[in-house]
């Protein structure tokens, strides 16, 4: 009796050995699924130095928030589990172990026991199939993970360009200060010679003091812009940053909708992760249409008698009988259904990004235009007349109130100058979100 149980248990250690091998080279198959292959003596990239002080330019605040945003990390995290889901996607169903006691009460004929091992098989291609649909998966997940950065990049830009444009604000309100206390020490001294009245004089007061109200404003209008910023970092609100050098550069080429479209349909994430949703509904749709079809399940074991008659071998072939209960039918309208809905979800998403970027773009010419009347045209101008105004009033000719008027014509320009810039940055961030990339 030993020798038969020997026998079996050596015979079952043999197929779970087989299995276990099978399941490992399995395993090494698809063990780099979704890593990019490494040529062969290159070196890895080295990890970038970043000499610009943090919060001077918008690239050393991009590259930071792209390391540390958790929404981008978590989308990262996804499509690696993504990723992971590929490599068992078209391996076999475990294994099952079954023992049949068979039991005669005929004395001439021996019961015995029949330890199976069955495996079953997927015919017809439906192995490639789960594989095609767990890799479209994955490129759409990797879509989605580039829609969530470039709408961090955008948030980013956006919020860099306000910081600048409260900075700059600020340090404008400071000039006007530092104007404004000279026209009060000037109506001053007009006052104690004689030549000019008091009223002038506190009227200069009061605008220095609402300059410096103004410069109150303005600084709380920059601490927040920093603290949203330091949020997109994943940075304590009241962390330091550094003030501000410029805005990013502006592209002097015509944006036409036509080349700006072309560009979002080879570019756009959202509708790579479109249309990685449709080949996915495509191999399911291929892989519901094939459940018609039987799958082959082979078994093989020990066969252990009561006698003391040395085991047999027991083997199995069979097919699964696909029967039209109603199960593969829903399954395939299901499939068929799902990816009408991904086709008509890519053209929704096609036609929302050509909406956007014709407005995106229309906003961006119109700041441009904006722009270039304020800086090139009306601040040279307001800047002439103060000088002039300014110049007559310190030599005792024209009154305050002049020179008051001209400083807050160049003042409200100046902020208004600021306001297009904002706008003209806010328009280009968009139209790179909905091209998926830099102009």
Do not use: C
């Not at 600084?219 to 940053?241: F, I, K, Q, T, Y």
């Not at 509904?281 to 006698?307: C, F, I, M």
């Amino acid at each position: 009796m030993s020798s038969r149980l020997f026998a079996s248990a050596g015979a079952l250690v043999i197929i779970l050995a087989a299995g276990h091998a099978f399941a490992a080279a399995q395993d090494q198959r698809f063990r780099q699924v979704g890593k990019p292959p490494q040529k062969a003596g290159a070196a890895r990239p080295a990890a970038p130095v970043r000499l610009t002080p943090l919060g001077a330019t918008v690239e050393s605040v991009l590259a930071v928030g792209r390391q540390l945003n958790p929404a981008l990390r978590a989308a990262a995290l996804e499509t690696s589990a993504s990723a992971a889901k590929v490599a068992g996607a078209d391996a076999l169903d475990d294994p099952t172990i079954s023992d049949s006691y068979q039991y005669y009460r005929n004395p001439n004929v021996f019961s015995g026991h029949a330890i199976m091992v069955t495996q079953a098989f997927p015919l017809w291609g439906k192995q490639s199939l789960r594989r095609e649909a767990a890799l479209a998966d994955l490129d759409a997940m990797r879509g989605r993970e580039q829609v969530t950065r470039d709408a961090l990049d955008e948030r980013i830009k956006i919020a860099f360009a306000q910081y600048y444009a409260a900075s700059r604000a600020l340090a404008v309100n400071q000039e006007v200060i530092a104007v404004t206390r000279g026209m009060r020490s000037t109506a001053e001294a007009r006052y104690a010679a004689g030549t000019g009245d008091q009223a002038a004089a506190i009227r200069a007061l009061g605008e220095e003091t609402s300059a410096s109200i103004e410069t109150a404003r303005l600084e709380g209008d920059r601490a927040a812009a920093r603290e949203v910023l330091n949020a997109l970092l994943a940075r304590p609100a009241n962390a330091p940053l550094a003030e501000p050098l410029r805005l990013r550069r502006v592209p002097e080429t015509e944006l036409t909708i036509v080349s700006l479209v072309e560009r979002a349909r080879g570019g756009s994430p959202s509708l790579a992760a479109s249309g990685a949703e449709i080949s996915a509904a495509r191999s399911r749709a291929a892989l519901a249409e094939k459940a018609w079809y039987p799958d082959l399940t082979v078994g093989a074991g020990p066969l252990v008698q009561t006698n003391n008659r040395p085991p047999g071998v027991a083997a199995t072939v069979g097919f699964n009988i696909p029967l039209p209960w109603g199960r593969e039918a829903s399954e395939q309208q299901a499939a068929t259904a799902q990816l009408g809905a991904a086709q008509q979800h890519y053209e929704a998403a096609l036609l929302d990004i050509q909406s956007a970027l014709a407005e995106a773009r229309e906003k961006f010419k119109a700041a441009q235009r904006a722009e270039a009347l304020v800086a090139r045209k009306a601040l040279p101008e307001a800047r002439a007349a103060l000088k002039s105004v300014v110049s007559d009033y310190s030599q005792g000719r024209g009154d305050l109130g002049g020179a008051l008027e001209a400083q807050h014509r160049i003042h409200d320009l100046e902020l208004k100058l600021l306001q297009v810039e904002l706008d003209e940055q806010m328009a280009l961030a968009a139209v790179e979100r909905l091209i998926g990339g830099e102009l």
